[in-house]
């Protein structure tokens, strides 16, 4: 979105870098908030995902007692598409637009002349840039950010042949994982992803794996009787944040988890990583524009998150505290 965004806007030469062969199997539940189909909207790349995604009106929520609640998706209504495919109608409007997408292209370091970095080490060769858009996610080693790090550690797998509600999310609430959450997530009428969440503090004396199994035993085991699942558990870490900071090294702007912008409580993170890549291009149009300094540039980046996402990031702290919304 970020290398999308840039283009649009006319700033010059745009390269994506992409360190895996493209499409690649990336391990998230892959749902569209209704924030994520505004921002889509708004790009006008949205018409685009709605053809391949599965759309959500409702969400089933399972509570800590075993008490059940059944929600509205709102008016816009959410979706569930597969990143993997998500990713690539990202790449390939991006590329319209004249961005220059390399594949297989694993950055080694960041380059510095004086005091900021002037571009990225590939291969040995180095490619120049009048600005860098770190958006490596939540292991990222290009920034400067020293806070505390607790990851929220997923594991998720596809199944085919699940019984669920049509246009239905689920989202339970087992005490095993509190205050965070497991999920059943359709993404076509006959497939599923199903995973957990949960604080990396809560693993003493077990493993993600034994979680997530007994996950399944105690809530979806009689569902998943006649089901095949596709491929293999999965494994990811999030790193989430409470407030909007920015840690780039002068000449970088962090965008998505990069910066630890994702939601402590639901973990959602697609809507933030979205957002963050429109409004990194804007701090840059601007600017360039007016021919700010690096520092001046990271300052409005970090400004304009702020606004934009501050609050909501605070509300999913007090969720978090809470335990449930």
């Not at 199997?25 to 921002?39: N, Q």
């Not at 770190?134 to 290009?142: I, L, P």
């Not at 870490?237 to 909007?244: H, L, Y």
């Not at 700010?292 to 409005?300: A, F, G, L, P």
């Amino acid at each position: 979105m970020a290398a999308f965004e840039c283009a649009s806007r006319g700033l010059g030469r745009v390269s994506l870098l992409e360190q895996a062969r493209f499409p690649r199997v990336k391990p998230c539940a892959g749902c569209l908030s209704p924030r994520a189909k505004s921002i889509l909207s708004e790009a006008g790349l949205w018409s685009r995902i709605e053809k391949e995604a599965y759309p959500i009106t409702h969400a089933r929520m399972v509570m800590p007692d075993g008490s059940e609640m059944l929600r509205s998706a709102g008016e816009t209504g959410a979706a569930v598409l597969e990143r993997s495919r998500f990713d690539q109608i990202l790449v390939d409007a991006a590329v319209e637009r004249g961005v220059t997408f390399w594949d297989q292209y694993r950055v080694d370091e960041l380059v510095y002349e004086e005091d900021r970095v002037v571009g990225v080490r590939v291969r040995g060769d180095t490619l120049r840039a009048r600005f860098v858009l770190v958006a490596n996610g939540a292991t990222s080693r290009f920034h400067l950010d020293l806070r505390p790090k607790e990851f929220l550690l997923t594991c998720l797998a596809w199944y085919e042949g699940v019984p669920f509600r049509p246009n239905c999310i689920e989202m339970i609430f087992d005490p095993s994982l509190a205050p965070h959450y497991g999920w059943l997530f359709p993404e076509s009428p006959t497939r599923v992803n199903i995973g957990i969440g949960v604080a990396s503090g809560r693993l003493e004396g077990t493993t993600l794996g034994c979680l997530y199994q007994g996950f399944i035993d105690r809530n979806l085991r009689p569902r998943l009787k006649d089901a095949v699942k596709v491929g293999r558990e999965r494994r990811y870490p999030i790193s989430p944040c409470f407030k909007v900071e920015h840690h780039g090294y002068p000449g970088t702007l962090l965008v998505g988890e990069s910066c630890r912008l994702v939601n402590a409580f639901s973990g959602e993170g697609i809507s933030y990583a979205l957002q963050s890549g429109r409004i990194a291009a804007q701090a840059l149009q601007e600017g360039f524009t007016g021919n700010w300094s690096v520092q001046d540039i990271s300052e409005r980046y970090r400004s304009l998150l702020d606004q934009d996402m501050g609050t909501s990031l605070q509300m999913g702290e007090k969720l978090l505290q809470t335990g449930l919304s």
